[in-house]
Structure formats: C-alpha cells, structure tokens
T-cell receptor, first 108, second 117 residues
Framework: EDQVTQSPEALRLQEGESSSLNCSYT??????LFWYRQDPGKGPEFLFT???AGEEKEKERLKATLTKKESFLHITAPKPEDSATYLC?????????FGAGTTVTVRA | GAVVSQHPSRVICKSGTSVKIECRSL??????MFWYRQFPKQSLMLMAT?????????EQGVEKDKFLINHASLTLSTLTVTSAHPEDSSFYIC?????????????FGPGTRLTVL
C-alpha cells in the first residue's frame, strides 16, 4: 500500500528564518510527486511536480527536491504570506495519495 | 493555468435531504475527475474516480449508493450526497486530470463545505 509521511506536523518560523519540510514515501510505480499549498477553507493549490530522483524545481521562496525515498520543500527567508498547510502527494499510477501535511506559520 | 470550479462553495441542509455538488474544468477537457473529502486538520482522502461516459470507481469503504457520481461531459462531474446525515458533514474537493501521457497533473477545485443539521 502506498504510504506518504510528512514531517513535521507543524512548523512555526520567524520571518526570514529558512527551513525545510520533509515528505517520505513508499510507492510502487511512482509517476510523480506533487507539492500543494492549501489555505484554510480552500482547495489545494498546485506548486510543483517532480518526476525523477535528483530533480529540483523552484518558485519564488520555495524549492522542491526529490530522492528515491523522499522529497524536501525548502522555504528560504519566508514571509507571513507563506503561512499555509503544505501537502505532499504521490501519483501511482493515476491516483494521488496524500500525506497529512505540514502546517507552516510564519510570524512577522 | 488549469482552472477547476465547484458549486456551491458552501451548503447547509437538513438530515435526510440530498445535495448535489458540481465540479467543472473551465479551460480544459478532463476525461478523469476525482472526488475527495477532507475532515478538519486531516489530509485529503480519495472517495472515487470519475471517468467521462462510464461508471465511477469508488475507493474501499465509500458507499456508491450514498455518494452518486455522474461525469456527463468532458468538463463536468457531479457528486450527489443522498439522504445526508450529520456524519456526512465535511469539506468535499474535486480535481480534474490535465495533460496526457506520463505527465498527468491534477488541478483542484476550491472545495464545498457541506454541513448537515
């Protein structure tokens, strides 16, 4: 059975304090690893897709990396508007299995 | 980017009534859509996969007679919660599969908050 584990569950950061979120997974036939941002009461917003180990993608203050067993989402110099729950999901073959998410709170 | 809408965004109903939620892909065609539910402070749980022109595939433990799914066109899927009860209160989110080949990506709707009294 596909498993996706995210850590930590919650992360409180000071504005400008960089940190990383972890997503570890076990899946057969990985077709992609996805990162989403979810704000309270809203649907997930697509951030990145990673397809193979060694791949990296960046968007503003966010950078996602992928290995054969885990993915990291690095937040560099976060701002309060980066506060959200970040979800990791693996796709195999067409279904997404989600982790429980990491709730990030950035204080000014 | 690909846009998915849901309607209504919020609904309150009495126990025993049925509620229909619509999911539309606005700027692309989606042969496959997915329905999820999310309880407070929990992640998304896949309920069913909806394929245009065929019957939906339900995940284990999801009652297909209670959660009716219809995918009548390439841009519309509907979820009907029949004879709703308070335990059906949840946040329902749909997604639509975009792209083709090895790089299929899901884009999510904004969600529908269902409250059953």
């Amino acid at each position: 059975e596909d498993q996706v584990t995210q850590s930590p569950e919650a992360l409180r950061l000071q504005e400008g304090e960089s940190s990383s979120l972890n997503c570890s997974y076990t899946v057969s036939g990985l077709r992609g690893l996805f990162w989403y941002r979810q704000d309270p009461g809203k649907g997930p917003e697509f951030l990145f897709t990673l397809y193979s180990a060694g791949e990296e993608k960046e968007k503003e203050r966010l950078k996602a990396t992928l290995t054969k067993k885990e993915s990291f989402l690095h937040i560099t110099a976060p701002k309060p508007e980066d506060s959200a729950t970040y979800l990791c999901a693996v796709q195999a073959p067409d279904k997404l299995s989600f982790g429980a998410g990491t709730t990030v709170t950035v204080r000014a | 980017g690909a846009v998915v809408s849901q309607h209504p965004s919020r609904v309150i109903c009495k126990s025993g009534t049925s509620v229909k939620i619509e999911c539309r892909s606005l700027d692309f065609q989606a042969t496959t859509m997915f329905w999820y539910r999310q309880f407070p402070k929990q992640s998304l749980m896949l309920m069913a996969t909806s394929n245009e022109g065929s019957k939906a595939t339900y995940e284990q433990g999801v009652e297909k007679d209670k959660f009716l799914i219809n995918h009548a066109s390439l841009t519309l899927s509907t979820l009907t919660v029949t004879s709703a009860h308070p335990e059906d209160s949840s946040f329902y989110i749909c997604s639509a599969l975009a792209g083709g080949g090895a790089k299929n990506e899901q884009f999510f709707g904004p969600g529908t908050r269902l409250t059953v009294l």
